[in-house]
């Protein structure tokens, strides 16, 4: 059974930073793809980073890029977003997500990072920036 367990959020102050860290259980890690979503209240659900973890590709939404990190540890199961020079915009509940890489297609242009294509998602996680 695929598992999916975030972890690290809370409470920031804007300019502050977070790291948070998807645990993932039940699956070949390497062949899937990772990505970590977020949804604000009366707001779609939005792809912000993805990262395949078998060559290391990675995508970032223009509304992160350049302040966030993903990465991935192959022996840990777990896949990081670092989360640096954070606003009160980026707060939101926070949400990995993972699917076969041949499920998911590539990551070009930010098409395998749509919440759509995943099908196995871990339970959220409340982020919170004050301003």
């Known amino acids: 059974e695929v598992q999916l367990v975030e972890s690290g959020g809370g409470l920031v102050q804007a300019g502050g930073s977070l790291r948070l860290s998807c645990t993932a259980s039940?699956?070949?890690?390497?062949?899937?793809?990772i990505g970590w979503f977020r949804q604000a209240p009366g707001k779609e659900r939005e792809g912000i980073s993805c990262?395949?973890?078998?060559?290391?590709?990675?995508y970032y939404a223009d509304s992160v890029k350049g302040r966030f990190t993903i990465s991935s540890d192959n022996a840990k199961n777990t896949v990081y977003l670092q989360m640096n020079s954070v606003k009160p915009e980026d707060t939101a509940v926070y949400y990995c997500?993972?699917?076969?890489?041949?499920?998911?297609?590539?990551?070009?242009?930010?098409?395998?990072?749509?919440?759509?294509?995943?099908?196995?998602w871990g339970q959220g996680i409340q982020v919170t920036v004050s301003s």
């Open positions: 997500a993972t699917d076969r890489q041949g499920q998911i297609g590539p990551l070009t242009s930010g098409y395998g990072c749509n919440a759509p294509l995943y099908g196995y």
């Open positions: 990262i395949i973890n078998h060559d290391g590709l990675r």
């Open positions: 039940g699956f070949t890690f390497g062949y899937y793809v």
